[in-house]
């Protein structure tokens, strides 16, 4: 049976106290609109987030609900039109567009889901190039890349060609890269998309691990479950918007799916059962072993879906 | 970025082959056109850059050599003897003909020597005689051997059918050669009457060919003779090779244009198809550097990078080409010289620095107007 034990509330916005450090990441009610009039599409609504130091956030949603276009704003890649989002002392939305390739390059770390590595430069070259781009001379960037790597077990695949790389090594060279300036804040699109669950379980532990110890904000988006396991909180967008995230799970009886906290419920043979009124719960009790085929509660249909 | 661009441009052999393979025919176009016109302007003036003369005395308004007719009265090669800093004269006649060796015909420049000349003579005779006596002529030896001629053989010019007393090198260009025979058969043919030489008399020479005095500068002795000598146009040798280079110039420039605008159009496209697909090839990856805060100018400097490289190594493999195609003509018995002038690399060069500014334009517009967000939108074809 799915079930989350995620917390979180709607907004997604963690309340700090005074004894919190200052979040890396400020984004407040930020809203994205493409195209005006009768066509305008408002992609992201009135979000409001922050990310503090060393905590990794996982934004989850379906296709469509306004992940990339948050995230893109996120990484200055877009401009938001409305709301702030500051990055340690910087409003970014306030920057001038000519400021924010650099801003991407010193204080971002991205980690895609392609990995987009330059093909005709080995792991060890993809990794001192933006070095180089941030200023560091040529010995200096390589050296940094190779204690990277070497960190983050390639010691033996410096000098590969991408195409040499298994995906798992190609995105322990991506994210090399995306801390090679060490960056506040490292966004990660669909990380373990292209990768097999035993490797991507290891590159989401191996991205805990540096949040943790190097005190790097992590914003994930991702529609992997396994991600969860990582993830500090987990924030739900749906239409836009951050929404509540509840368990769906299936009526044993009529077979609709319900959400779970709200659901009638009843115990039968140790395990709990969730009904859609009190006519199916009581129908249930009256001949439970003719609804569950051996198996116990047939799953949820949809798993963990947001409301609002 | 440089070691990116490099490494983009030698990542994909293929391509790499093509681009400078076909750039490198382009500009070979290019160079080995300038060649031969380069090698024929040396090869028409060969007559007057070795003849031995420092000044040529003409008929009035001659001041070239091909295709042209000049007559002077004998009379003024004694005044040109006489002016001040001629150490030597030496008469000649010339008319561009026909000379018929029984297996093809070939146009000449015809010259008439005489027996005692100084000047005007071939000037490397590879086997026989250096001067023709009446009855001889010395021919060039390529021209002879296409003809599978040999000394003693005969040939006919203008209409007199003389022997091979010589032959001599580097005597042919790709239009002409020179074929040496004596100023008395010269004037038979003609139709000239009179006589040439020390006491006799005459009536007309074509040119006076006239050695300077030590330390005579030519040009003043040129001014000096054309002052003092009336109904004459006077030349240094320089100045009279340069109206002959001049003169095959004009013929050659429309032909020369045309060929290089060709050239020059067939290496744009290459180049610029090559780079292209090139970068349109690694979209995704120039995105990818946009993304993590590569700006512009970084990427433009690849691409342009990656445009110069390959245009340098396709000028380098069509210098080579040329250099190659000129030592290989020689050994096939052609009359064609290729000669690589500074002026021509230099233009090549050039034209080479312009297709790899202009193909990469397209490719830079791309880049600039590609959004980095296309990374993450992966939309990336």
Avoid at chain 2, 13 to 41: I, Q, W
Avoid at chain 2, 289 to 296: E, F, Q, S, T, V
Wanted: aromatic letters at 6%; proline letters at 3%; one cysteine or more.
């Amino acid at each position: 049976m799915i079930s989350t034990d995620i917390k979180t509330n709607v907004t997604g916005v963690t309340h700090l106290t005074d004894e919190a450090p200052q979040a890396t990441l400020q984004v407040s009610n930020v809203t994205k609109r493409f195209g005006s009039g009768e066509t305008e599409v408002i992609a992201v609504r009135d979000v409001s987030l922050q990310v503090a130091p060393g905590e990794i956030v996982l934004i989850m949603g379906p296709s469509g609900s306004g992940k990339t276009t948050l995230l893109l704003m996120l990484g200055a890649l877009l401009k938001p039109s409305e709301g702030t989002i500051k990055l340690g002392d910087q409003v970014l939305s306030d920057l001038e567009e000519n400021r924010l390739p650099d801003i991407r390059l010193r204080q971002f770390g991205f980690v895609f889901q392609d990995f987009n590595l330059l093909s005709a430069l080995t792991a060890l070259e993809n990794v001192a190039i933006v070095a180089q781009l941030a200023g560091a001379k040529n010995s200096e960037a390589r050296t940094k890349a190779a204690t990277l790597l070497t960190d983050l077990g390639l010691s033996k695949r410096l000098n590969f060609l991408p195409e040499k790389l298994s995906g798992g090594e190609k995105q322990r060279v991506a994210i090399a890269r995306a801390l090679v300036n060490d960056p506040t804040l490292i966004l990660a699109d669909e990380p373990s998309a292209n990768l097999d669950s035993q490797i991507g379980r290891e590159i989401m532990r191996l991205l805990k691990r540096i949040a943790k110890e190097q005190g790097k904000s992590v914003v994930i988006v991702s529609h992997d479950q396994r991600i969860k396991e990582i993830a500090d909180r987990v924030l739900w967008l749906e239409d836009g918007e951050f929404k509540e995230m509840v368990t769906m799970v299936t009526d044993p009886v009529c077979t609709m799916p319900v959400e779970r906290e709200k659901a009638a419920s009843a115990e039968w043979d140790g395990s709990p059962y969730y009904f859609c009124s009190q006519g199916c719960r009581r129908e249930f009790l009256l001949a439970p072993w003719q609804y569950l085929n051996g198996s116990g509660q047939r799953v949820a249909i949809t798993g963990d879906v947001a409301i609002a | 970025m440089l070691r990116l661009a490099f490494r983009n441009l030698f990542q994909n052999k293929t391509r790499l082959v093509m681009a400078v393979g076909g750039v490198g025919l382009a500009l070979m176009l290019m160079l080995a056109l300038d060649a031969v016109f380069t090698g024929a302007e040396k090869q028409l003036t060969a007559f007057i850059d070795r003849a031995g003369a420092d000044v040529f005395v003409a008929q009035t308004g001659v001041r070239n050599l091909h295709m042209v007719s000049s007559w002077l009265s004998y009379s003024v090669v004694d005044e040109v003897r006489a002016v001040q800093g001629v150490d030597s004269v030496t008469p000649i006649m010339y008319v561009t003909g026909m000379v018929d060796t029984g297996k093809e015909r070939n146009l000449a420049y015809i010259i008439g020597i005489p027996p005692d000349a100084l000047m005007g003579k071939p000037w490397r005779v590879t086997e026989g005689a250096t001067i023709p006596a009446p009855g001889e002529a010395i021919l060039d030896r390529a021209v002879a051997a296409q003809s599978g001629l040999r000394l003693g053989d005969k040939v006919n010019i203008l209409g007199q059918e003389l022997r091979i007393a010589g032959l001599s090198e580097g005597t042919a260009s790709i239009t002409n050669s020179i074929v040496f025979i004596s100023m008395s058969d010269f004037e038979l043919m003609r139709g000239v009457a009179g006589k040439v030489g020390a006491g006799q008399d005459a009536q007309a020479v074509s040119f006076v060919l006239v050695k300077a005095r030590p330390g005579e500068a030519a040009d003043a002795l040129a001014a000096r003779i054309e002052g003092k000598v009336g109904g004459v146009t006077v030349q240094s040798r320089a100045n009279f090779a340069e109206q002959e280079r001049n003169l095959v110039k004009d013929m050659a420039a429309d032909v020369l244009t045309i060929m290089n605008l060709v050239g020059f159009v067939i290496g744009l496209a290459v180049m610029s198809l090559t780079i292209y697909t090139a970068t349109l090839a690694r979209r995704a990856e120039y995105g990818a550097l946009k993304a993590l805060g590569a700006r512009n100018g970084h990427l433009y400097r690849a691409v342009l990078a990656q445009a110069l490289v390959s245009v340098t190594l396709g000028l380098a493999l069509g210098l080579a080409f040329t250099l190659a195609l000129s030592a290989l003509i020689p050994v096939t018995g052609s009359n064609v010289a290729l000669q690589v002038s500074g002026e021509s690399l230099l233009k090549v060069g050039i034209a080479s620095l312009i297709i790899a500014g202009l193909s990469a334009i397209l490719p830079i517009r791309q880049i600039g107007a590609l959004d980095p967000a296309v990374v993450f939108r992966r939309r990336i074809q």
